[in-house]
Structures are given as structure tokens and as C-alpha cells.
């Protein structure tokens, strides 16, 4: 409909589709009509005063029978449209399959990189965020059509791993690391800083281990793969639970082999310069601090993989863009990089590498961090949210079928729902009572409404196939639902340019809200069957949405609960 009110306008004030669909808007308030059309842009061109030209383009519109009433508001021309023609083509254009995905991006590739934890550290909750949101923006970009690589740059290679070999052999067992995993590497990490501190030829241990392990000595590395096995095996153990998965695992080692290219490139471009041994691309034209490429021991770091994974990448996937979901705190780290890329001479690298940054997440108030000792794995987190959900099944509805199941998806999901609610800069903080609270603003609560609507389907008759009378939903609320879930292509749209899930979480909720509006004020399983059939839609619809709507949370829905 919105077309056929482009083309209106376009006839009557003699515009061009673009200049028209550029100014047409939905109104913040119903009582400002279904469209509104602002001509203050317009004044300058035209020469008329704002007010009359709206009155003007009213005027020439006249007649028409879609609409019910145009209404001239200042400089507005507003449309109220003939709300069962309306209320038809939403119907139309939501009640299909694939209602939200579009082919926006057939034939695109997007890489995301995103989770990507510490070998030998634990996953902690900091790293539940970029997990979560990484495969929301994955799941988001998918719907648009887009083909998106899922990659795991696993911090697995640096001169950590040198200290822990050290430390491993001075003061580790086979036993204690197969038995205790990464705690137990943790432990080693810090004993090797305490013992450091006293002397520090155990850094130059560290450092030479560290320098067979990049000489590809078969020692250093048996160890070191070891390590990461291990490391692996229970990162994996999360992702489980998550019910994520990665197309790639190629962390730092993967690009050992490849920084020389990179540091050649560099050469040749004339960007590396010395300092104080070290080898770095000077960034201060640029207002950033120079980007370190080579140490003075000749070692590689963190930065000269990220330039060689993008190259990596680019040359392999040839991405249209390649997303890195960290903390803020790698900003300048993700910036210096960026922009190296350009300084080599490749113009790509401006608009396709992006950096998206969330906030810290903290624990009623405590600030979860490694080095504060306050350690909060996320397995922990996960584990206890589904405990949480357990217990309350148990009071509440002690005989539903497949507890277990139905706690993993709500528990789960309360974490994932209420990770992404907020836009993703924001501080997330825990407080169990707000993640599972029933009524408010909760994952829980969204999924609640989707299990209202699969019983609500469960218990009423109705003929799927009917026709629907569309003049039997001019219900306000059944009209607000309506439009509330009429706007899910375009909020997957906004999500994917923002790269902000949040946006895809704000309408799950608008749209449960709406439907409780309508559920209270309009009786579904009435005696008048076009009358059932008509709500009965709404349900369905409602349902659906809910559920691909969530599904790009990476949220499940459980049929009862
Ligand atoms: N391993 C890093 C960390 O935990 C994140 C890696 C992000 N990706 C990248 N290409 N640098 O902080």
C-alpha cells in the first residue's frame, strides 16, 4: 500500500519516486494517520509555502478508494488509509513462509569474527557476549541472504604459550592437566607471574620457548597443541549449550605461516620502521599510537595476524565484509589494524572492515574480570539459569513433559534475551530476578507468549485454509498487532546495518505486548466462525513471528511450558 501512496503523490505533485519514498513516513501516533507525508523540503523547490503545498497535492490526490480520509496538518498531508484494505494487505504481506528474509544479500559473503577465547584461559562471561551477539548478527545477515563464514579466531598462539611451557614443565604434571583442564593451565599461568616476579630469567625461558615454538621445534609444539585440545574440548562444551556452531576454527597459529607475507608487504610499501629494536608502521598522522608489527626477539604479535587473517580472508572468501564483535577495549587495537590495510593499498578496507564493540558485563554489580580474580565462567552462568528454570517448572507445572529440554531452552535463552535487550555498548549487569522474571521484560516472558499462542492454536477449532474477512479484524488492537508485526522485514533490515540485535529484541518484545493487548480485549474461540478463523490468523501469525524472531536471538521456543 505504501507503493500505491508513493505513486499518488508522484502523479499529483509531479515528483520523483525517490524524492517521494524519501520523505513518506510512518507518524509516531496512529491519530496522525497511517502515512504522513512532511513538505517542508519541498517549500524551497516548489516555491510555496509548506501548508500550501499540501493542500495542494490533498486537492489534485482527491478520490481515491484506498484512502479514508486525507487530512492536511500543517505542513503535514497526512493519509489514513481504508483500514480493512489496510488491514488486508499486511495480512498479505505477512501471512508467507518467508515473512522477514529478503535477497538483500544473494551472492554476498560477510565474515564475522567472533568468540574467539584465550587458549588456556577460561571462557569467561566477557566472552559470552561476542559469542551471543556474533551469532545473532550470523543469524540476522543470513536472513538477509547474505552466505556468512562463522570464524573462531582463537587466541592459540603468543609468548603466553611460552610462559606456560615453562611453567608446565617446572612446576605442571600430565596427570593435574588432564584431570583439571584449563583450571589447571590457569593455575600454571599464575604460578609462572609469581615465580617471575622473583626471577626474571624465567621470562627469558619463556621467551626461547616461545621462539622454537614459532621454528616450528616438535617439542614446543606437541605441548602446545595439547594445550589447545584441551582448551578446545571445553569451549566446545559451551558452545553446546549454546547451540552455536562455527564454520572455522583457524585461530592466531593458523597464521603463523603467513605474517612474513605480511611483513614483506610492509617492506615494500615502505611503512615499517624501527623503534627501539622493534619493528612498527608509525600511525601518528592518523592520531594513533603506532601499530607493533615484530618484536625485538623477531617474534610475531597479535596485530601481524590480524593484518595476515585479513588478507587470508579477503583472498579466500572474498568478503564483501568482515565483522569483529570484542570489547571496546580493542578498539585502537582493530583501528591501527584498519588502517594499516588502507596504507597498503587496500581502498576496500575502509567500508569492509568493522570493529563492533559492546560493554562490560558484570554480576550484581561486580565487575567480572580475570585479573580481579573474580573468575565467572560462562558454562557457570549458563548451568545455573537452567537450575533457576528447573526449580520453578517444578513448582509451577511440575507435570510438563520434557523438563530438562524446556529449562535448557528458557534458562538459555533468559541469558541470551537479556545479553541482547540493550543496545550492545551498553554495560550488561546480572541480577538473577530481572534475566527470569515471568512478567517483565524477559526472554522468559517472550517465550511465554509464543506458548500462549501454541496453545491458544492447540485448543480452538478453526479452518486454516479459510478465507479471512478482513473487516472482522478493524479491532484497534488486532489492527496495532498487525502492524507491529508488519514491520519485521524492515527491523532485520536496521538490525543488519546497525549490526544491532538489540533492535530484533526490542520487537519480539513490542510484539508480545501487543499481543496481550489483543488477547485481552478480543476473545479468540467465539461462537461465529469467520469471526474465530479471522483471530485465530493473528494467533498464528503472532506465533510465527515470535518464533523467527527469537530464532535470531538464537533463541529457541519450547510448545509448553
Ligand atoms: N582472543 C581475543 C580476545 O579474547 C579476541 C580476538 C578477536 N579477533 C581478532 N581477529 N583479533 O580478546
Given at each position: 500500500?505504501?507503493?500505491q501512496?508513493i505513486?499518488?503523490?508522484m502523479?499529483?505533485?509531479?515528483?520523483?519516486?525517490?524524492?517521494?519514498?524519501?520523505?513518506?513516513?510512518?507518524?509516531?501516533?496512529?491519530?496522525?494517520?497511517?502515512?504522513?507525508?512532511?513538505?517542508?523540503?519541498?517549500?524551497?523547490?516548489?516555491?510555496?509555502?509548506?501548508?500550501?503545498?499540501?493542500?495542494?497535492?490533498?486537492?489534485?490526490?482527491?478520490?481515491?478508494?484506498?484512502?479514508?480520509?486525507?487530512?492536511?496538518?500543517?505542513?503535514?498531508?497526512?493519509?489514513?488509509l481504508k483500514?480493512?484494505?489496510?488491514?488486508?494487505?499486511?495480512?498479505?504481506?505477512?501471512d508467507t513462509?518467508?515473512?522477514?528474509?529478503?535477497?538483500?544479500?544473494?551472492?554476498?559473503?560477510?565474515?564475522?569474527?567472533?568468540?574467539?577465547?584465550?587458549?588456556?584461559?577460561?571462557?569467561?562471561?566477557?566472552?559470552?557476549?561476542?559469542?551471543?551477539i556474533?551469532?545473532?548478527?550470523?543469524?540476522?545477515?543470513?536472513?538477509?541472504?547474505?552466505?556468512?563464514?562463522?570464524?573462531?579466531?582463537?587466541?592459540?598462539?603468543?609468548?603466553?604459550?611460552?610462559?606456560?611451557?615453562?611453567?608446565?614443565?617446572?612446576?605442571?604434571?600430565?596427570e593435574?592437566?588432564?584431570?583439571?583442564?584449563?583450571?589447571?593451565?590457569?593455575?600454571?599461568?599464575?604460578?609462572?607471574?609469581?615465580?617471575?616476579d622473583?626471577?626474571?630469567?624465567?621470562?627469558?625461558?619463556?621467551?626461547?620457548?616461545?621462539?622454537?615454538?614459532?621454528?616450528?621445534?616438535?617439542?614446543?609444539?606437541?605441548?602446545?597443541?595439547?594445550?589447545?585440545?584441551?582448551?578446545?574440548?571445553?569451549?566446545?562444551?559451551?558452545?553446546?549449550?549454546?547451540?552455536?556452531?562455527?564454520?572455522?576454527?583457524?585461530?592466531?597459529?593458523?597464521?603463523?605461516?603467513?605474517?612474513?607475507?605480511?611483513?614483506?608487504?610492509?617492506q615494500?610499501?615502505?611503512?615499517?620502521?624501527?623503534?627501539?629494536?622493534?619493528?612498527?608502521?608509525?600511525?601518528?598522522?592518523?592520531?594513533?599510537?603506532p601499530?607493533?608489527?615484530?618484536k625485538?626477539?623477531?617474534?610475531?604479535?597479535?596485530?601481524?595476524?590480524?593484518?595476515?587473517?585479513?588478507?587470508?580472508?579477503?583472498?579466500?572468501?572474498?568478503?564483501?565484509?568482515?565483522?569483529?564483535?570484542?570489547?571496546?577495549?580493542?578498539k585502537?587495537?582493530?583501528?591501527?589494524?584498519f588502517?594499516?590495510?588502507?596504507?597498503?593499498?587496500?581502498?576496500?578496507?575502509?567500508?569492509?572492515?568493522?570493529?563492533?564493540?559492546?560493554?562490560?558485563?558484570?554480576?550484581e554489580?561486580?565487575?567480572?574480570?580475570?585479573?580481579?580474580?573474580?573468575?565467572?565462567y560462562?558454562?557457570?552462568?549458563?548451568?545455573?539459569?537452567?537450575?533457576?528454570?528447573?526449580?520453578?517448572?517444578?513448582?509451577?507445572?511440575?507435570?510438563?513433559?520434557?523438563?530438562?529440554?524446556?529449562?535448557?531452552?528458557?534458562?538459555?535463552?533468559?541469558?541470551l534475551?537479556?545479553?541482547?535487550?540493550?543496545?550492545?555498548?551498553?554495560?550488561?549487569?546480572?541480577?538473577?530476578?530481572?534475566?527470569?522474571?515471568?512478567?517483565?521484560?524477559?526472554?522468559?516472558y517472550?517465550?511465554?507468549?509464543?506458548?500462549?499462542?501454541?496453545?491458544?492454536?492447540?485448543?480452538?477449532?478453526?479452518?486454516?485454509?479459510?478465507?479471512?474477512?478482513?473487516?472482522?479484524?478493524?479491532?484497534?488492537?488486532?489492527?496495532a498487532?498487525?502492524?507491529?508485526?508488519n514491520?519485521?522485514?524492515?527491523?532485520?533490515?536496521?538490525?543488519?546495518?546497525?549490526?544491532?540485535?538489540?533492535?530484533?529484541?526490542?520487537?519480539?518484545?513490542?510484539?508480545?505486548?501487543?499481543?496481550?493487548?489483543?488477547?485481552n480485549a478480543?476473545?479468540?474461540?467465539?461462537?461465529?466462525?469467520?469471526?474465530?478463523?479471522?483471530?485465530?490468523?493473528?494467533?498464528?501469525?503472532?506465533?510465527?513471528?515470535?518464533?523467527?524472531?527469537?530464532?535470531?536471538?538464537?533463541?529457541?521456543?519450547?510448545?509448553?511450558?
Open positions: 500500500m505504501k507503493e501512496i505513486e499518488l503523490i502523479t499529483a505533485a509531479k515528483l520523483d519516486r525517490e524524492t517521494v519514498a524519501g520523505i513518506l513516513e510512518i507518524p509516531p501516533k496512529a491519530d496522525m494517520g497511517d502515512y504522513a507525508f512532511p513538505c517542508f523540503q519541498l517549500a524551497k523547490t516548489l516555491r510555496k509555502a509548506p501548508p500550501a503545498i499540501a493542500a495542494d497535492i490533498a486537492a489534485k490526490i482527491g478520490d481515491v478508494d484506498i484512502i479514508d480520509k486525507l487530512e492536511v496538518k500543517g505542513a503535514y498531508l497526512n493519509f489514513f483500514k480493512e484494505m489496510f488491514v488486508k494487505s499486511m495480512l498479505e504481506r505477512a513462509a518467508n515473512f522477514g528474509s529478503s535477497a538483500a544479500g544473494k551472492g554476498k559473503t560477510i565474515c564475522i569474527d567472533y568468540s574467539s577465547p584465550n587458549v588456556a584461559k577460561n571462557f569467561h562471561v566477557g566472552h559470552l557476549r561476542t559469542t551471543i556474533g551469532n545473532s548478527l550470523y543469524k540476522i545477515y543470513s536472513k538477509l541472504g547474505y552466505h556468512v563464514e562463522r570464524i573462531n579466531h582463537l587466541g592459540d598462539w603468543g609468548t603466553q604459550f611460552g610462559k606456560l611451557i615453562v611453567a608446565y614443565k617446572a612446576w605442571g604434571s600430565r593435574a592437566v588432564e584431570e583439571n583442564g584449563v583450571a589447571e593451565l590457569m593455575r600454571l599461568y599464575v604460578k609462572f607471574h609469581e615465580e617471575a622473583k626471577n626474571d630469567a624465567l621470562n627469558d625461558e619463556a621467551r626461547a620457548w616461545f621462539t622454537k615454538m614459532e621454528h616450528g621445534n616438535e617439542e614446543a609444539l606437541e605441548i602446545w597443541r595439547w594445550f589447545v585440545d584441551i582448551s578446545l574440548k571445553e569451549y566446545k562444551g559451551t558452545y553446546e549449550l549454546l547451540g552455536m556452531e562455527f564454520d572455522h576454527y583457524t585461530g592466531e597459529s593458523f597464521y603463523r605461516d603467513k605474517t612474513a607475507a605480511v611483513i614483506e608487504k610492509l615494500n610499501a615502505n611503512l615499517l620502521e624501527e623503534s627501539e629494536g622493534a619493528r612498527i608502521v608509525d600511525l601518528e598522522e592518523y592520531n594513533m599510537a601499530c607493533l608489527i615484530m625485538k626477539d623477531g617474534s610475531s604479535i597479535y596485530a601481524t595476524r590480524d593484518l595476515a587473517a585479513v588478507y587470508y580472508r579477503k583472498e579466500t572468501y572474498d568478503f564483501e565484509k568482515c565483522l569483529y564483535v570484542t570489547g571496546q577495549e580493542q585502537l587495537h582493530f583501528a591501527q589494524v588502517k594499516v590495510m588502507e596504507l597498503l593499498g587496500n581502498d576496500w578496507a575502509k567500508d569492509s572492515l568493522v570493529h563492533i564493540p559492546y560493554g562490560l558485563v558484570s554480576l554489580g561486580a565487575k567480572l574480570s580475570t585479573r580481579s580474580g573474580n573468575i565467572i560462562a558454562e557457570d552462568i549458563l548451568l545455573e539459569a537452567i537450575d533457576k528454570v528447573k526449580k520453578t517448572i517444578e513448582e509451577k507445572n511440575p507435570n510438563l513433559e520434557d523438563k530438562d529440554e524446556v529449562a535448557k531452552i528458557v534458562g538459555v535463552g533468559a541469558i534475551f537479556h545479553d541482547l535487550y540493550n543496545q550492545r555498548i551498553k554495560d550488561v549487569s546480572f541480577k538473577w530476578d530481572k534475566v527470569l522474571n515471568f512478567d517483565g521484560e524477559t526472554g522468559p517472550v517465550q511465554y507468549t509464543y506458548v500462549r499462542c501454541a496453545s491458544i492454536l492447540r485448543a480452538v477449532s478453526y479452518d486454516e485454509n479459510a478465507d479471512i474477512n478482513c473487516g472482522l479484524l478493524l479491532d484497534d488492537e488486532a489492527v498487532l498487525l502492524k507491529e508485526i514491520r519485521f522485514p524492515q527491523v532485520v533490515m536496521d538490525a543488519a546495518e546497525k549490526y544491532e540485535p538489540s533492535v530484533v529484541a526490542r520487537f519480539a518484545m513490542d510484539v508480545a505486548q501487543s499481543f496481550s493487548r489483543f488477547y478480543c476473545r479468540v474461540n467465539v461462537e461465529d466462525t469467520d469471526l474465530r478463523n479471522a483471530r485465530v490468523k493473528l494467533v498464528a501469525l503472532t506465533k510465527n513471528t515470535l518464533k523467527d524472531a527469537l530464532d535470531l536471538l538464537g533463541i529457541q521456543c519450547p510448545e509448553q511450558m
